[in-house]
């Protein structure tokens, strides 16, 4: 299934531009974007997570291995 495309406008350094377009094809830039913009969202979801389970770590009590193994245990005799 091919994606939808939406033309979006937005702009970019002069750098940025004269380096994309000496390096890529006409017909191969808007693939390079959203590839570029893909694994920049993705960054930025993992780092957004990471954050959260930071916190999160932070707030709950540790446990021995001991006391996550009987916790297992018990979960799997109640199954």
Excluded: C, W, Y
């Excluded at 959203?34 to 997570?49: F, M, Y």
């Excluded at 999160?56 to 446990?63: A, C, G, Y």
Aim: hydrophobic share 40%; no cysteine; charged share 40%.
């Amino acid at each position: 299934m091919q994606a939808t495309l939406k033309k979006l406008n937005f702009f970019v350094e002069d750098d940025i531009r004269g380096e994309m377009e000496a390096l890529v094809p006409a017909g191969q830039r808007t693939r390079l974007i959203n590839e570029a913009l893909r694994k920049e969202l993705l960054r930025i979801k993992r780092e957004r997570i990471h954050k959260k389970l930071s916190e999160f770590r932070i707030k709950t009590t540790r446990l021995s291995d001991r006391e996550i193994v009987t916790a297992l245990r018990g979960d799997r005799k109640r199954a």
